[in-house]
């Protein structure tokens, strides 16, 4: 049996059966296994590639079965998911292998049946593709763009509806792009410059951002965990469009500042690194483990300033009412913007999670309005695109709070300024990840 695709449907295993990010599961088994380059590219392609394109698999071995997908016993629903996207998506794998392997799998994990029925779903799959053809055609627009791209249809229509079907099919090609690893020098300890000299001597293939000053897009790397300029604390691992955040909050030296929604701490150990370490940073969140992410990527960078709380950020205008200068809401949200670097979570948002979000993170951002001085600042963000997480929650703030302004927030991008108030960038038009960012000042109690 082939150790990488046993690998990879174990993987699957614990991303459909135990819910476990896929990212974080496909890095614990590379560490834990003894894979050459090649193996490893292959495992990443076979694991991000079946969850990625989880829900049209499913389509699709439902074309070939008699019972819905989810009544199949779950190791073996994964090695067809495994077996689909071999043979439908893979133009390197013979379809041979591809059926051959996987029904080695289904020895391992399932019974003489479940062999018999893995060998001959696949066989048909391959004798007969047809049947799994995707509906097109008047009527089918929107279904046809949700299966050939991978996304669930209830979000490809929202996307139809808010911004027209060839933005919606643009968005879903970026998401369906290789994330390029996106680094933040910590200033603190070095230079972009020298950072890059260093990554360069360690094998990696670097260049800077566009998007920050100082950001880095590494698109070659070895084991990360492994490079000692990240042991060293030269660098944290964010997003470009995360790193336009703590520009526009601006805050400086000797300030006191509130991150309400900190955790793992990207924009939280930014904003120190803008201070020179001087001031004070509270970071809360809900959950203790992901406070000690943020304390221990704080204690790699050598920042000092930042001060954990497990604090509920609907109440963080109570604990601090009008003492901080500046205030940061990095407010939970559904992520459709971030959907590119998270294969697994399109398939796990639904449309009821969406249409709560709104409330809370109005709740938040009241909260954390009480928070800030007179004169004070507060920034409102998120890292999607849907309009009712964003502008509308902004604006339901703003009519029932005139002691706040909204600023013109375009201004504060740190090297591609725009005049705007609110400042939306979308994966198709600035090849970014989506983000949205407020910034708001307090003129009166």
């Known amino acids: 049996m082939d150790k990488v695709r046993n690998l990879a449907v174990r993987v699957l295993g614990e991303v459909h059966e135990e819910g476990a990010y896929a990212n974080v599961a496909l890095a614990r088994n590379l560490r834990k296994a003894q894979l050459t380059d090649v193996d490893r590219r292959f495992l990443t392609e076979l694991v991000y590639g079946a969850v990625k ?62 062999v018999k029925f893995v060998n001959a779903v696949l066989r048909s799959a391959v004798r007969e593709p047809e049947k799994c053809a995707f509906p097109h055609g008047k009527g ?26 060839d933005a919606a099919a643009a968005i879903c090609a970026f998401d369906n792009e290789d994330a390029v690893l996106s680094l933040r020098t910590n200033t603190l300890k070095t230079t972009r410059e020298e950072l890059l000299e260093r990554l360069k001597s360690e094998g990696a293939e670097v260049t800077p951002s566009d998007w920050a000053p100082e950001g880095i897009l590494c698109q070659k790397h070895g ?26 909050v601006a805050p400086e030296p000797g300030e006191f500042v509130i991150d309400c929604c900190s955790a793992p701490g990207g924009k939280t150990t930014h904003l120190a690194a803008l201070m020179k370490n001087q001031g004070r940073i509270v970071a809360s969140d809900i959950y203790e483990h992901k406070l000690a992410r943020i304390e221990e990527n704080a204690k790699r960078l050598g920042i000092k300033i930042i001060d954990t709380e497990l604090l509920d950020a609907r109440d963080i205008g109570k604990h601090f009412p009008q003492q901080a200068d500046r205030v940061l809401v990095d407010a939970p949200c559904s992520g459709l913007g971030v959907l590119r670097r998270k294969p697994d979570a399109r398939w ?6 969406l249409r709560k979000l709104p409330q809370l993170q109005l709740d938040i951002l ?26 509308e929650v902004v604006e339901a703030f703003l009519a029932t709070h005139p002691q706040f302004e909204i600023e013109e927030t375009g201004q504060y991008l740190p090297t591609k300024p725009r005049e705007a108030k609110m400042v939306q960038l979308y994966p198709n038009v600035d090849g970014t990840d989506g983000f949205f960012i407020a910034r708001m000042k307090r003129n009166a109690s």
């Open 348 to 353: 796990r948002k639904n449309e009821e999670e």
């Open 140 to 165: 089918h627009a929107t279904e046809e763009l949700a299966l050939k791209s991978f996304h669930p249809q209830w979000m490809v229509k929202r996307w139809v509806k808010a911004f027209g079907y």
């Open 53 to 114: 394109a989880g829900g049209t698999l499913d389509w699709m071995i439902r074309r070939y079965v008699n019972r819905p997908v989810r009544k199949i016993a779950p190791m073996i629903r994964n090695i067809l998911r495994l077996g689909f996207y071999q043979i439908f998506y893979m133009d390197k794998v013979p379809d041979s292998a591809a059926c051959n392997e996987c029904v080695e799998l289904a020895k391992k994990y399932g019974h003489p049946g479940t």
């Open 223 to 248: 084991a990360l965990d492994r490079m000692a300029s990240l042991q060293e604390g030269l660098f944290q691992v964010q997003d470009e469009s995360s790193m336009q955040v703590a520009h526009v």
């Open 366 to 391: 009241t909260s954390a309005a009480e928070a800030v001085k007179i004169g004070g600042v507060l920034v409102y963000s998120t890292c999607t695109i849907d309009r009712k997480e964003n502008e």
